[in-house]
């Protein structure tokens, strides 16, 4: 019987790359973001058959219990959640920056992945199977001038997926978070509020990760054999490190 995989965060970069390396792979697929077009458009690609799409708004905590209710029969059976849905918004400093960002941040990277996880979980524990994959960022550990919320928010995820992997001790369900560096998706032209201009410098004479690179990670760590848990990746690409610490000097 095929394996399951729930994405949050399908149309698009790390999410869209992982339903197509594990569909290539043989996974059936739950596929969930606000865009409608491109489930669609995906599960064409991929096959109805395999791919149940739902359309949802994560930050809506009924649209998400209403999505978990509704998952048809052939695809109850969750062997991984993909906790991928999120964003950044604006890279303003903290006295300077919008609130309504900060709670969208808060609400998708946050709290969505929070509704998700505590309905999909108890399943699992009574089928004492089960795998939740969190994708975090560099920016959790790392902080850099404009990262407050979206930093501060990954950093919510690092600290949640090693608790999770503490409540769920002894249950035999893994638990890992993924921190990816700079990865070229549309994650800058959502940062930069559609700016394509803009989110094109943020990569330009770089070579940043891709969202297969990613999905590579996410399949590498799903694979490993059951009694194996890789607790965090984190990952950058070759022409990142990190820079100095900084010191403001009286002129
Ligand atoms: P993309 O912008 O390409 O993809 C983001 C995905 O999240 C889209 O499928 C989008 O779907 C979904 N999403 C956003 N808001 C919501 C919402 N309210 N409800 C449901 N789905 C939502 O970016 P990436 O693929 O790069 O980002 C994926 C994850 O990786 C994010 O959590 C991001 O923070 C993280 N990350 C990204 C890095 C990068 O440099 N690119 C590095 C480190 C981490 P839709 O718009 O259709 O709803
Ligand atoms: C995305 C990576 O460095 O832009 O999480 O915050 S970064």
């Known amino acids: 019987m095929a394996k399951t995989l729930l994405i949050t965060g399908a149309t698009s970069g790390f999410g869209k790359a992982s339903a197509e390396l594990f ?3 043989g996974w059936q697929l739950i596929i969930t973001g606000r865009r409608c077009g491109r489930l669609d458009e995906l599960q064409d690609k991929l096959g109805k058959s395999s791919v149940h799409i739902a359309p949802l708004d994560i930050r809506d905590r009924a649209q998400v219990e209403e999505l978990v209710d509704n ?3 052939k695809f109850r059976n969750i062997d991984i959640l993909l906790n991928n849905a999120g964003l950044a918004l ?5 006295h300077e920056t919008d609130l309504d960002e900060w709670d969208t941040m808060v609400d998708t990277n946050i709290k969505g992945l929070l509704y998700m996880t505590r309905l999909i979980v108890p399943e699992m524990v009574s089928k004492s199977r089960g795998h ?3 994708i975090g960022s560099i ?5 850099y001038p404009g990262g407050n919320t979206y930093g501060a928010s990954k950093a919510f995820v690092q600290q949640f997926s090693r608790n999770l992997r503490s409540d769920l001790h002894g249950t035999g369900i ?3 978070n993924i921190e990816p560096g700079l ?8 940062r930069f509020g559609g700016d394509q201009e803009k989110a094109d410098k943020v990569y330009e004479g770089t070579q940043p990760l891709t969202p297969v690179d990613i ?3 996410v399949y590498w760590v799903a694979s490993r054999p059951p009694h194996v848990n890789i607790n965090s990746v984190e990952v950058m690409p070759v022409c990142q490190s990190w820079g100095n610490l900084v010191i403001s000097r009286e002129k």
Do not use: C, D, H, K
Request: glycine share 10%.
């Open 90 to 94: 604006g890279l303003g400093a903290t």
């Open 174 to 176: 893994r638990v890992t």
């Open 23 to 25: 569909a290539e792979n």
């Open 215 to 217: 999905a590579e990670i």
């Open 139 to 143: 920016a959790g550990s790392w902080p």
């Open 183 to 190: 990865a070229e998706s549309e994650f800058s032209v959502v």
């Open 71 to 73: 998952i048809p029969e």
């Open 132 to 134: 939740i994959i969190n």
